[in-house]
């Protein structure tokens, strides 16, 4: 017994003796305490102006805080799994993608609350977010890049919702982790995380493009040089049939969850130009300040291309373009759905090789990170 006490110990001590693993850890602690007792006293102060999005699923606030708007659906699919159930907008919960809710429903079953494991798996995937995205960089980079890859990924504006009960971090999780294998040429776990990625979020599927690339980049571009390694690529599509099956078993329709987007969150194909430069002049100040933001991200990754490398380039550029491609319905949305452009953080650790614009970017983005943590959690209309 003593000797495997003696082993644990050498194992746990040379675990937490990585840096990597010590930032994370401090990190996640530090941020995750101050975001929660900004989110608690915003709660009790705000009491009688909170929003109708929130979930007061627990009826304890220190929990409470973590679930708003969404977070309603993934628990209903935790809870019940999938249901033709029309609600009176005309949404229903196969408009959502299986992976998030499934682990929520499996660790939900060992802790006996569902809302618990959503927020179990949400911070768990922001750990191994973290560890995958310092291995990547490092690989590209120093090893001191990928530490502030990793202090920025936590400061970002919206970083909170990555331990909320949402699929974000999740989402990001896997992306990371297919990119980590692919620049280790390692095809199938590509793309298993891949399909997983497709998985977890509609726009998951077209992960398949970057990977892609950065298979034919390790062949040189030489059609020569391609073997049948990259089926494994094909992992991705497969991850986003296996849920179109599902819905055609639900609904008879494989592509009802596209379509649920169209008649219950009023989505529908569109210029996306045309939405980002139009939400800047509709008069909804929310649309101008989340269409900004958006413009302001193409623009800013546009610039950092030869920073980050033209396959995370693509991958954020599908991120920000994606959700304006679904009408200005989902420009409420679009500081939600910038926190999972990954290549920011790898900009910002870039940018703050210098001291002073490191400590500008620290202190802006913490005190905007804290002021959104006061507006989502409260279920104002700000960040959906």
Same mark, same amino acid.
């Given at each position: ?6 082993? !644990? ?10 840096? $990597? ?25 705000? =009491? ?60 939900? @079953? ?9 927020? !179990? ?16 960089? $490092?690989? $590209?980079?120093?090893? =001191? ?5 990793? &202090? ?15 699929? =974000? ?36 599927? +077209? ?14 571009? &030489? ?33 009802? +969850? ?6 219950? @969150? ?61 009408? &200005? ?46 507006? @989502? ?8």
């Amino acid at each position: 017994m003593r000797v495997v006490i003696s082993w !644990i110990k050498i194992f746990a001590k040379s675990i937490f003796a990585k840096p $990597e693993i010590k930032l994370t850890l401090s990190c996640f602690f530090i941020t995750r305490t101050l975001l929660t007792l900004i989110g608690v006293t915003s709660r009790i102060i705000l =009491e009688s102006h909170r929003g109708r999005g929130r979930s007061d699923v627990l009826k304890n606030v220190w929990l409470d805080i973590w679930g708003v708007w969404d977070t309603g659906w993934y628990l209903n699919i935790a809870q019940n799994w999938y249901t033709t159930d029309i609600n009176s907008h005309g949404g229903a919960n196969y408009g959502f993608f299986p992976l998030y809710p499934f682990l929520m429903r499996i660790v939900g @079953w060992f802790v006996q609350n569902n809302y618990i494991g959503g927020i !179990i798996v949400s911070n768990v995937a922001l750990l191994v977010s973290c560890i995958f995205l310092y291995r990547l960089v $490092e690989r $590209e980079a120093s090893s =001191e890049i990928a530490l502030n890859s990793i &202090k920025f990924l936590f400061l970002f504006p919206t970083a909170f919702i990555f331990s909320a009960v949402f699929s =974000e971090s999740l989402f990001v999780a896997c992306m990371l982790g297919s990119f980590y294998f692919a620049r280790g040429n390692r095809w199938f776990w590509a793309g298993f995380f891949g399909g997983l990625t497709a998985l977890t979020r509609s726009i998951g599927v +077209f992960v398949c493009l970057p990977l892609f690339y950065e298979y034919i980049h390790s062949k040189d571009f &030489k059609i020569a040089n391609v073997r049948v390694d990259v089926l494994c690529l094909s992992l991705v599509p497969i991850g986003l049939s296996l849920f179109a099956f599902l819905n055609y078993r639900l609904t008879g329709d494989f592509l009802a +969850f596209s379509h649920i987007q169209q008649t219950g @969150w009023k989505h529908e194909w569109t210029n996306p130009f045309s939405v980002l430069l139009g939400s800047l002049v509709d008069g909804d100040p929310l649309h101008f300040l989340n269409g900004l933001f958006s413009i302001t991200a193409v623009v800013v990754l546009s610039a950092g291309i030869r920073t980050i490398g033209f396959s995370f380039w693509l991958m954020g550029m599908i991120l920000l373009f994606f959700p304006p491609l679904a009408g &200005k319905v989902c420009m409420n949305s679009m500081l939600r759905y910038g926190l999972v452009v990954f290549p920011f953080y790898l900009m910002f650790a870039r940018i703050s090789e210098n001291p002073i614009w490191y400590w500008m970017l620290v202190i802006i983005l913490t005190i905007l990170q804290g002021v959104l943590m006061v507006y @989502w959690t409260n279920g104002y209309h700000l960040i959906i």
